[in-house]
Nanobody
Framework: QVELEESGGGSVRSGGSLRLSCVAS????????MGWFRQAPGKEREGVARISRLGIREYAPSVQGRFTISRDNVKNTVDLQMNNLTPEDTSMYYC??????????????WGQGTQVTVSS
């Protein structure tokens, strides 16, 4: 099992930036893919960004060009740099990992989440 712990959430004004971080421990050999998801109250969880161990990246259209995902395979961390935030980005953000994924499906392990709130 992979344990994931997020940090870096908070409150910002529209147009601001935040950086989320996630550190993996345990069976880190299972973290071929790591990703960030978000879920707002009353909405379904959605994939935001994912990155493979080799650095292949995929972004949701809603964040493309504003968010950047990166990972450090030595430190077993994955970060999400979020720029030009809007109130629509307000959500609980979750770090996740998986061995074999198809798009944003197939992630098996999840962190507890960190809240991001963007005010107008």
């Amino acid at each position: 099992q992979v344990e994931l712990e997020e940090s870096g959430g908070g409150s910002v004004r529209s147009g601001g930036s935040l950086r989320l971080s996630c550190v993996a421990s345990g069976d880190v050999w299972k973290t071929n893919w790591m990703g960030w998801f978000r879920q707002a109250p009353g909405k379904e969880r959605e994939g935001v960004a994912r990155i493979s161990r080799l650095g292949i990246r995929e972004y949701a259209p809603s964040v493309q060009g504003r968010f950047t995902i990166s990972r450090d395979n030595v430190k077993n961390t994955v970060d999400l740099q979020m720029n030009n935030l809007t109130p629509e980005d307000t959500s609980m953000y979750y770090c996740a990992s998986g061995q074999q994924t198809s798009g944003f499906d197939g992630f098996n392990d999840w962190g507890q989440g960190t809240q991001v709130t963007v005010s107008s």
